[in-house]
């Protein structure tokens, strides 16, 4: 296991001390070959051959047209067929010219067409979050941001495109605390315009498409145009319902949200059409004008004014201005590397770096249980589970302690990684009882080379009323094309609907990303001026023997970095099927949570963690993957069963 090693291309061998041959207490042992792996990198290959194949050589996924789809999820757990269902009801697909893999049919099959007129995947992923504005408007869309990794089949090059939402020049580290001094609870603090993010979602189509793609983004935006005026038809599904019904009953939907989603009151409920003319409406000038409209004209002075004038609990709005829109630039960037040895081989995880979490969490993660040699004990064994959970918690600890933006705090990012201190971290893993909580973190910066520059003391994130009860429920989606290239993209308004604020006139909610920083200003994810708060989103492509494997993410705010941990290790360590990977039970764990955990966990499982000591606590669901495996013979694309999949092949 490993940690980044070229993104700031100043890491000494030394840093990574790599000898980690102690006995663990599960009695394996520490990979020795770490700092191998991690000075060689993934060789330069030559790209796949399947690629060129005919889809008419498929097996598995229902064949349409040439095209493949998934059957809708169910939520047994028999094994998967050959029809379109994977293990545990989840949508599979099969292609060797493409895949698509999103939580509405829509969009996955737009992605679909405009791979099959030629586009290549970073056309169609544009293509498919337009339309996932239309048609989840309450889960990502322009007025958000979030994290996409392309992988450059031509370059043999990953990279990241950091879209994440920033703070405005105005906004400042005491913002989320009331009148008397403490921290707003989430509750009443993420409906009000100080919880807008200037966002980054339409800047990093156009970049996108502009280095990577080979369409314009008017033609990419078309077919959404036609969904959201209703031209073609939408209907409300049955997340979106939902979503709308508990909006409503909560109050946290605004009066021009309420006229679109609940018009006259009465929630939309699942079938009903969605019509969005307003939102239609921006598409089309974005189609004619491109998106300075958005973040210099006059889309930018609507958004400002929105915010300014969105009364929360300070009765006083956000003050992101136009300004504040016309300074923001997404940031292309290099992914975290991380390497796992195990049953699939030697795997390295390239997963989002800072402002996310995402990257040196699973890294941690993976690192602290790679030794344990867990595939020894079996998956589903509770030795597994509670390795798993302590691995959790050690890891989240460390979250809290030192992540935040890097623009704006030191972290000690090789420290973080390295493998000596994943040593001393894991020896705290109690075999038979589970960490006293909440668990502490531990020094990075001991195994951190050279004296860095620390910037400020790291607080506590403290009790800012924000709990795991409080994620956020977005959306992930992957994208292959014909020529080997990936998009794993994980796209965001942080809660279901954002702050509720939907800017009049132009059809589009707000997201209320801000939230993510911390309330209580000290730590190093405090509130400051022109920062990107923390986030875990988690786009992930894995790559073996140097070409690419896997990619996957998954929505759920902190309880993404466990969903694609446990997803990851299903594959590595257990060598399961990535479909039977994304069916199992999940859980979820931090420093100071209960265990998070999905009844499909055996009763078993659940009294030997409890004999633990482990507080445990029932969630309906964990999480929601988009996943796509290369294989030797295509793309085989996977869907969560947990919410609505559409998988689509080629
Ligand atoms: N706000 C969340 C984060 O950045 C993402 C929203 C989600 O949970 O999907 O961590």
């Known amino acids: 296991m490993s940690g980044d090693s070229e993104r700031r291309g100043d890491r000494t061998d030394e840093s990574r001390r790599g000898d980690r041959s102690g006995e663990s207490r599960y009695g394996g042992r520490s990979d020795e070959s770490t700092d191998e792996r991690a000075a060689g990198g993934a060789p330069r290959t030559k790209r796949r051959g399947f690629l060129k194949g005919s889809a008419a050589a498929l097996g598995g996924g229902a064949l349409i047209g040439g095209r493949a789809r998934g059957a809708p999820g169910g939520a047994s757990f028999d094994a998967g067929g050959a029809d379109g269902t994977g293990v545990g009801g989840t949508s599979t697909a099969r292609g060797r010219n493409g895949m698509v893999s999103t939580v509405h049919p829509l969009s996955t099959e737009i ?62 580290p005491e913002m989320f605390l009331g009148d008397d001094g403490e921290p707003v609870p989430f509750r009443g603090r993420h409906t ?93 000038l974005i189609r004619s004008e491109g998106i300075e409209p958005f973040y210099r004209g006059e889309i930018a002075a609507d958004i400002a004014e929105t915010v300014q004038n969105a009364e929360g609990y300070r009765d006083e709005g956000g003050s992101m201005t136009v300004d504040d829109l016309a300074r923001y630039n997404v940031e292309v960037t290099i992914p975290e590397r991380a390497t796992y040895d195990g049953a699939a081989g030697e795997l390295t995880v390239r997963t989002m770096s800072l402002p996310s979490s995402g990257g040196l969490t699973i890294g941690q993660i993976l ?134 604020i939907m800017v009049p006139g132009r059809g589009f909610m707000l997201n209320n990303e801000l939230t993510d920083f911390d309330a209580e200003p000290g730590g190093p994810n405090e509130v400051q001026p022109g920062k990107r708060p923390l986030s875990s989103t988690s786009p992930t492509v894995v790559f073996r023997d140097g070409e690419p494997y896997l990619t996957v993410g998954s929505p759920g705010g902190p309880t993404i970095i466990t969903t694609v941990s446990q997803v990851l290790l299903g594959v590595a360590e257990f ?23 999905e009844e499909t966990l055996p009763e078993g499982i659940r009294r030997a963690l409890e004999e633990r000591g482990h507080g445990l606590s029932e969630e309906s669901s964990i999480g929601s993957v988009q996943a796509l495996e290369v294989t030797d013979d295509g793309y085989f694309g996977v869907g969560d069963y947990r919410r609505d999949s559409a998988v689509e092949g080629l």
């Open 575 to 597: 060598g399961m099927s990535l479909d039977a990977a994304v069916a199992e039970p999940r859980l979820y764990a931090d420093a100071e949570s209960d265990v998070l955990y």
């Open 111 to 172: 992605g679909a067409d405009v791979l099959e007129a030629g586009g290549n995947a970073v056309d169609a992923a544009v293509a498919v979050q337009f339309a996932l504005n239309v048609v989840q408007p309450h889960s990502s869309g322009i007025g958000g941001g979030g994290f996409m990794l392309v992988y450059a089949a031509e370059e043999d090059e990953l990279y990241a495109i950091d879209n994440r939402e920033e703070a405005p020049l105005g906004a400042d």
């Open 367 to 500: 690192g602290l249980l790679e030794p344990f040699d867990l595939a020894d004990e079996g998956r589903r064994s509770v030795e597994t589970y509670h390795a798993m959970i302590e691995a959790f918690r050690l890891a989240f600890a460390d979250r809290g302690e030192y992540l935040g933006d890097d623009a704006f705090v030191d972290v000690p990012w090789q420290g973080y990684l390295d493998g000596e201190y994943l040593d001393e971290r894991r020896s705290l893993v109690d075999p038979d009882e589970t960490a006293e909580t909440p668990v502490e973190a531990g020094d990075p910066w001991a195994y951190q080379p050279g004296e860095p520059y620390r910037v400020g003391a790291a607080g506590s994130p403290g009790d800012d009323g924000r709990n795991v009860h409080n994620r956020g429920q977005t959306t992930h989606f992957t994208v292959a094309d014909g020529e080997g290239n990936l998009v794993s993209w994980t796209t965001t308004i942080e809660q279901l609907f954002g702050s509720g």
């Open 192 to 284: 009000n315009g100080k919880a807008v993010g200037v966002p980054g979602t339409l800047r990093c189509c156009d970049v996108a498409l502009k280095r990577f793609g080979t369409m314009e983004l008017g033609e990419l935006i078309d077919p959404s145009i036609d969904l959201a005026d209703g031209c073609r038809r939408v209907a409300v599904d049955e997340p979106l319902a939902e979503a709308i019904a508990d909006n409503v009953e909560a109050g946290e939907l605004g009066e021009t949200a309420r006229e679109v989603f609940a018009p006259g009151g009465d929630p939309l409920e699942a079938g009903d059409p969605l019509v969005q003319p307003d939102l239609a409406d921006t598409f089309r």
